[in-house]
């Protein structure tokens, strides 16, 4: 969050015409108001919270667990971290694009972002799998020819000695 531009910093250089927040246009813009403080921000997280705690996810939502994420969550709750990040950007984006801030639009984000990290998954593992048998297959076959292949397959047994 640190590297975004407040408006207070793009005013100095002229690139904006106010201080002000573009959300609420009533405080001055910084990284605590524009994340946390401002009341349309409010609004989202408590949603958020609230939606959260409808599925008995009960989580202390504060500037700080914002900021750096909730430290000690056990391993099944670990994606609250990552939903966390995902409000952020949608924050983020909203300010960019002057775009309406509604919770409905945040659950539509993230799900895509999940389907979107589903599919990367998906393919990844298969890549995987299919490079961890070509490996497979040409560490045991690669120095058989396809006709020896062929004979190999077509005649699995090893030839006995001849004992005299
Ligand atoms: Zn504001």
Known sequence: ?????????????SLTNSTLCDFCNTRQDSIYHRFWECECIQQLWNNLKTFLQERHINIELNFKNVSLGIHGLLRHKLSINYLIICTKYYIFKCFCCNHERRFLHLKTYVIEIIRIEKYIAIKTTFKKMDHFIRHLINAQW???SFPSLFFLLKFPGTPKKQTP
């Open 1 to 13: 969050m640190g590297i975004i531009r407040t408006n207070k910093e793009l005013y100095k250089f």
């Open 142 to 144: 690669g120095w058989i």
